[in-house]
């Protein structure tokens, strides 16, 4: 997957130190803990407010807590 993100950030002209770690993780805790395809959503909001200045770490937390809160629909 490195070898993908680099060529991604060689592309776009992006900086190529990417927080894997922290983008799966919110990705993960968006899919089950509210519904699958907020997943990729949540991680481009990610990214939008990483561009935008905040520390990926700050703003991955922040959405942990809003995932891990978020009320469960009825199955």
Do not use: Y
């Not at 907020?38 to 905040?54: D, E, I, K, Y």
């Amino acid at each position: 997957m490195k070898t993908w993100i680099n060529a991604v950030c060689a592309e776009l002209n992006l900086p190529t130190d990417v927080n894997v770690d922290a983008i799966l993780d919110v990705a993960r805790e968006a899919a089950h803990k509210v519904e699958r395809p907020a997943a990729p959503v949540t991680t481009f909001l990610l990214g939008m407010v990483v561009a935008g200045g905040m520390d990926v770490n700050e703003a991955a937390a922040k959405i942990q807590v809003l995932a891990e809160t978020w009320p469960t629909s009825p199955q």
